[in-house]
């Protein structure tokens, strides 16, 4: 089983930027697709980024497309996501995924704890 831990979350004003990172132990990644999904209180959870497990193809929301960047570095074990020009609705909880599948992120079978991201206007 894979233990998936998020970090790089935090408290930055509208337009600002953040990087979250997640770490992975207890298996190797590089043969599933990881992602991102968020929640915000009182919301379901939803998908934000998605990469296949090579990083050749990459998906994101459309509320995130242009800000956004997934990548992965699968020598280290580690998923990235960047985030700029972020806004007051960015805030949420933010998830590490990991898939069984190889290319898309469905269906995901580990999820990390979340990091909290807090944009404020």
């Known amino acids: 089983q894979v233990q998936l831990v998020e970090s790089g979350g935090g408290l930055v004003q509208a337009g600002g930027s953040l990087r979250l990172s997640c770490a992975a132990s207890?298996?190797?990644?590089?043969?599933?697709?990881m992602g991102w999904f968020r929640q915000a209180p009182g919301k379901e959870r939803e998908f934000v980024t998605g990469?296949?497990?090579?990083?050749?193809?990459?998906y994101y929301a459309d509320s995130v497309k242009g800000r956004f960047t997934i990548s992965r570095d699968n020598a280290k074990n580690m998923l990235f996501q960047e985030m700029k020009s972020l806004k007051p609705e960015d805030t949420a909880v933010y998830y590490c995924?990991?898939?069984?599948?190889?290319?898309?992120?469905?269906?995901?079978?580990?999820w990390g704890q979340g990091t909290q991201v807090t944009v404020s206007s």
């Open positions: 995924a990991k898939a069984l599948e190889t290319n898309y992120l469905t269906p995901v079978d580990s």
């Open positions: 207890g298996r190797t990644l590089s043969g599933s697709a």
């Open positions: 990469i296949n497990w090579n990083g050749r193809s990459t």
